[in-house]
């Protein structure tokens, strides 16, 4: 573990552009003033009040674009992303886990990741991973944590821990969740496909709904909203009418196909329900289960729906690795979006439905997550896969070099 590191000095960066992250505004010849953890203040260069900036450490990006930093909503820092994360991480200790997840952090912060949700740590250990980032001791994005997840007996993601039978468990496993630090609740409504699920099926939920809806319920009281792994229609439905606050998956998969249901759609739209689709680098290759031109047309309809959507890559799971969500991105011009509308979706859209209300968008009094990259991603997403320097919370934080950037994302 590295030593505490300290305060943030005062910086003042500029490049030939900045993308605040909403409302499509790019300012020319823009720059980004942070004193501490927060920006103080954000505008053309040629605007920067002398007396905020006095002191403050320059640095000038040619060529260059600040953007906020990236946020991935549905992450899992516990898991390898090798062929078998789940069989691996049960043959390891809670301490060689951390140790892992601190590199995996390193790695997510220099590809311009500044923000995660992990959704799903044996231990608690991303709470615990979150309070070493938040004291400076270890370098990471700020970790909005879930801790263990909550699963039935046998069910999917039960190798981490949270295997629950009645409601006195589930609120036996929240309650900790929440002592350790953790701020959302995550709950396995459907079977998956990377871990042994048992007897659940993708399909249908595996609860009792009045069960579900009282798991919801009290995580609410407790201050917590709630994230459902969901893939099939009739998983979403379950998840959503039990008041779940986001749909992780949505893979709208039933025994015999897919079931894109327009009644549904609305409904989460009513509600207000995020989906967090989990897409990663891969997907706009698939031609197995779930192939691209399917999960397009559900992307489509999603969108079309206004059903909230939020960027999440799932890394961890096989061949999904930490660093891959700024190669992911373009998989979102299948909504409809340009660029910019992309970059939006993936920092302060994002930020607004993980409950992360303080980053997202460079604007004063926000958390200072600032990302420069190569070029103009607004022109050409591909530039967000080079980033020049972060900053996370105002602390610099230098990225892999250009050789490690050529590298395989996954």
Not at 9 to 20: E, I, K, N, Q, Y
Not at 207 to 236: C, K
Request: aromatic share 4%; hydrophobic share 45%.
């Amino acid at each position: 573990m590295s030593a505490r590191s300290a305060e943030p000095a005062a910086l003042l960066w500029s490049a030939d552009r900045l993308v605040t992250g909403r409302d499509r505004n790019v300012v020319p010849g823009g720059a980004v003033l942070t004193r501490g953890a927060r920006i103080v203040w954000v505008g053309p260069a040629s605007d920067v009040p002398a007396d905020l900036a006095r002191g403050a450490v320059r640095r000038h990006f040619d060529g260059a674009t600040l953007l906020p930093g990236l946020i991935d909503a549905h992450t899992h820092l516990a898991l390898d992303a090798g062929t078998s994360p789940f069989s691996t991480i049960q043959a390891l200790d809670a301490g060689t886990v951390l140790a892992q997840m601190r590199e995996r952090a390193r790695a997510a912060l220099a590809a311009g990741v500044t923000t995660v949700r992990d959704l799903g740590a044996p231990w608690r250990l991303d709470a615990l991973l979150r309070r070493e980032i938040l004291d400076g001791r270890t370098p990471g994005p700020t970790v909005v944590a879930a801790g263990v997840p909550l699963t039935v007996p046998g069910g999917h993601l039960a190798v981490l821990g949270g295997e629950t039978a009645t409601l006195a468990d589930a609120q036996a496993v929240i309650r900790a969740n929440r002592d350790a630090g953790c701020r959302w609740t995550k709950i396995v409504v459907t079977g998956g496909f990377t871990s042994g699920s048992g007897g659940c099926s993708p399909y249908a939920s595996a609860w009792d709904q009045h069960l579900l809806e009282g798991i919801v319920a009290f995580s609410h009281a407790e201050g917590m909203p709630v994230a459902a792994h969901a893939h099939g229609t009739a998983g979403i439905q379950a998840a959503a009418a039990a008041g779940a606050d986001s749909i992780e998956h949505a893979t709208w998969m039933c025994a015999d196909g897919f079931d894109v249901d327009a009644l549904t759609l609305a409904d989460l739209a009513r509600r207000g329900t995020a989906v967090c689709t989990s897409l990663n680098s891969a997907a706009p290759r698939a031609a197995g289960r779930l192939p691209w031109s399917e999960r397009a047309r559900q992307l489509r309809a999603m969108h079309h729906h206004r059903v909230p959507l939020a960027v999440g890559t799932d890394c961890g799971i096989p061949g999904t690795a930490h660093t891959g969500l700024p190669v992911s991105l373009p998989a979102y011009r299948a909504l409809g979006l340009d660029p910019l509308g992309v970059i939006e979706l993936a920092t302060a859209t994002t930020a607004r439905l993980i409950g992360e209300h303080s980053t997202g968008e460079l604007a004063p009094g926000r958390r200072a997550d600032v990302l420069a990259v190569e070029g103009d991603p607004t022109a050409d997403l591909e530039q967000l896969t080079r980033p020049l320097a972060v900053l996370t919370r105002g602390r610099l934080h230098h990225p892999a070099t250009s050789d490690d950037r050529k590298k395989d994302p996954r």
